[in-house]
């Protein structure tokens, strides 16, 4: 359980209350429908750790984010069910955006994306999602549930304009469910910067971005709980992002399925740096 005293990145407490700040920071440390690699419920204490050790001048923004405000709130959790996590989140998350605050999430696992989409398009007709990741997660079910991890972005791609980037792995069964003119393959990314534009072309005004850490390569992001080869590096995942905050209206995001590997703390750091960058370029 994250110490309630903790602020991203040892702000001070005036950049960290609710009333004071921009940012609003909503850990769901769940991890009940991963099937192989367990442990993303402990992702976010260590994401939090690593925070303490970042420095929070960025260099290429020129700008100290956490000045507008980043409040931490208690965590979310329901473990009796999948469906009743899922729809805690979808509660608690149309709750959060009545507060006008820009909302970030940390899973735990990718079904907790659920029920935060839901309750984003249903406030935002027209949304387009950014789901970064290795996997489709197109399935309509998955061992008995719709709310499942291999289940995260159905919902989505049937409710709003879904744009996947960095997919390497897939179902068949998820073929039919696959919009081929909005989702980027890393085989075909590969070597070539064209899909940044052309994938943003796709995108509507409004954005959210789910972003499932597994999308990197496994060298710089081992700790997840289904690494796949052939992932994305840092440098052009953030070139990429900034141009989505660039040329888009981003209103939220979250980020999914760090799984810490005792002793090894890059990942953990990783993870910290992108949600500082991804704020970074949204305020900038």
């Not at 992932?231 to 999914?256: P, S």
């Amino acid at each position: 359980m994250t110490d309630k005293n903790i602020t991203f990145g040892k702000i001070e407490e005036e950049y960290a209350h609710f009333e004071s700040s921009n940012i609003l920071l909503q850990s769901i440390p769940y991890d009940g429908t991963s099937t192989w690699g367990k442990g993303a419920d402990k992702g976010f204490d260590a994401f939090l750790h690593a925070a303490e050790h970042m420095e929070l001048y960025d260099i290429e923004t020129d700008s100290e984010v956490y000045t507008q405000g980043i409040h931490i709130l208690d965590p979310l959790e329901d473990e009796s069910s999948p469906e009743a996590m899922v729809n805690t989140i979808y509660k608690n998350t149309k709750k959060l955006l009545r507060t006008d605050k820009f909302l970030t999430f940390f899973g735990g696992e990718h079904s907790v994306s659920i029920g935060i989409i839901k309750a984003f398009y249903e406030a935002h007709p027209g949304i387009t999602v950014l789901q970064l990741d290795a996997h489709t997660d197109l399935r309509p079910a998955y061992h008995g549930s719709p709310y499942n991890h291999a289940c995260a972005v159905y919902d989505a791609s049937k409710n709003t304009n879904l744009v996947q980037v960095g997919i390497r792995s897939m179902d068949h069964s998820e073929i039919e469910h696959l919009d081929r003119d909005k989702c980027f393959f890393a085989e075909k990314m590969h070597g070539s910067s064209d899909w940044m534009q052309e994938s943003i072309k796709r995108m509507t005004d409004k954005v959210y971005i789910t972003f499932d850490l597994d999308v990197f390569d496994p060298s710089i992001m081992p700790a997840t709980g289904t690494p796949e080869p052939g992932g994305l590096h840092w440098n052009t995942t953030i070139k990429y992002l900034r141009k989505v905050f660039n040329e888009k209206n981003v209103l939220g995001f979250d980020m999914v399925e760090l799984a810490p590997i005792k002793n090894i703390n890059a990942p953990n750091f990783l993870a910290a740096k992108l949600y500082y960058k991804m704020l970074s370029y949204k305020f900038q």
